[in-house]
């Protein structure tokens, strides 16, 4: 508890993956949503914009994860050289 509380150890980190999750969820969903969704019925293009939304938003959440735990990565490598 003394680390999280005096920011020697990062609570972040385990919070990122949750995030992911839940933006992969609405990615998903969104896509779904986007597909079969709407007045017009089902329509090749609804289906292809659809999918293009599920798989690049999957695609941008991961992307983004990734970014943010490579910032906390780099973080806990200098302070591990800090400590040496």
């Given at each position: 508890m003394y680390d999280v509380l005096y920011f020697d150890k990062m609570l972040t980190?385990?919070?990122i993956t949750l995030v992911y999750w839940l933006l992969l969820f609405v990615a998903v969903f969104s896509g779904l949503g986007?597909?079969?969704?709407?007045?017009?019925?089902?329509?090749?293009?609804?289906?292809l914009m659809g999918l293009v939304y599920?798989?690049?938003?999957?695609?941008?959440a991961r992307i983004w994860c990734e970014l943010m735990i490579v910032l906390f990565k780099m973080n806990e490598a200098l302070q591990e050289?800090?400590?040496k």
């Open positions: 980190p385990k919070i986007s597909m079969f969704g709407g007045h017009e019925g089902f329509t090749a293009g609804k289906f599920a798989v690049g938003g999957a695609i941008a050289l800090r400590q």
